[in-house]
C-alpha cells in the first residue's frame, strides 16, 4: 500500500498572466483564492515578480537591523501592543521582533530608519520600501479577488482606502539543548490579512481544520497569505482565520518577516451583501486597533476566540 502524500496548503500561481484584471486567469485565480481561503484560512502564494534578489536583500537588511545592540533595538515603541519591538518574553524566549508602520510611507520608513540608525541607512529604508510596495501589491490582489467574488467592491474599497501597513522584522535565536523549541505559541493573527515569509530556516507551523499541524517549506518567492481575526468578522464569519505557530527544530536562528495590514479610523462592518437568511449577522461593526487592545486585557486574553467575545453578535 502506497502512503498518503504529506498533506499540504494549496499552492495559488500569481504570476502576470493571472494578474490580467478580469481576464480567464484571473477570474479562475480569483475562484481558487476565495476557496482555499474558505477552507484553509490561508493558502502558499508563489509571486514571480518577487525576485531572489529582492529575497536575498531584504533578510540582508534584516540581518543587519537585529545586529544592533538591544538598546537600540528597544527604542521602536508603538502605541499599539506588539507592533514596536518585542523580545525576551519568557513564553517566547527564542523570539525578536521589530515593527515598521505605515511601512508602505516613505515617512514611516524613514522615521523607523533615523531612529535605529541615526545617521541614516539608505540601504535599509529603500529595501523595506521595496519590500513592503510589492507585498501590498499581492495584498490588494488578492482581496481585490476576494471582494470581487464575494460581490463586496464598494466595501473592500473603503477599507483600502484606510488600510495601514506594518511590517515585522522577526528572528528566532537558534534552542540551546535544554530550551523549549517553541518559537511562537499558536495563535490567529489580529491583522485583517497578513503575508509570511521565511528564510530559509523552516519552522512555520499550520493548524488544518482536521486538527494537523503541517509545517511549510521556506522558498524564496513564495509566501503564505493568511486571513487575520478582522477578515472573519469583515466576511461575516465565511473566512476563518488559520491557527499557526513556529517550532524551531534544529540549532539554526531563524528569520522571518511578517506584513500584516489594519484597518484605521474607519469602523469594519460586514458588508449588506454577506447578510441573508441563511447567514445571520453574526459581527458588529467594530474599531480594528481598540480590537487589538481589548486583545490585552484581562477579558481578551481569557477569551477562546477575542474578536467573537469582543464583537460578535
Ligand atoms: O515567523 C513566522 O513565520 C510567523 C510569525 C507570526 O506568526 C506572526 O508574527 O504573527
Ligand atoms: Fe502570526
Redo the contacts with the bound molecule.
Sequence with gaps: MGSLPNPTLPTIDFSEKNLESGSTCWISTSKDVVRALEDYGCFIATFTKFSSEMHESIFRASEELFDLPTDVKILNTSTTPSHGYVGQVPIIPLYEGLGIENALTLQGAKKFTNLLWPSGNDYFCDTAMEYSKIMAELDQVVMRMVSQVYGVEKSYESLLKSTSYLLKFIKYRGPESDETSLG?VP?T?KSFM?I?HQRQVKGLEIKLKNGEWIAIDPLPSTFVVMAGDACMAWTNGRIEPSQ?RVMMKGREERYSL?FFTFIKDVLIQVPEELVDDDHPMQFKPFDHYKYIHFIYTDEGKRSKSPIKAYCGV
Design positions: 511562537i495563535h493573527d497578513s509570511l499557526h511578517g
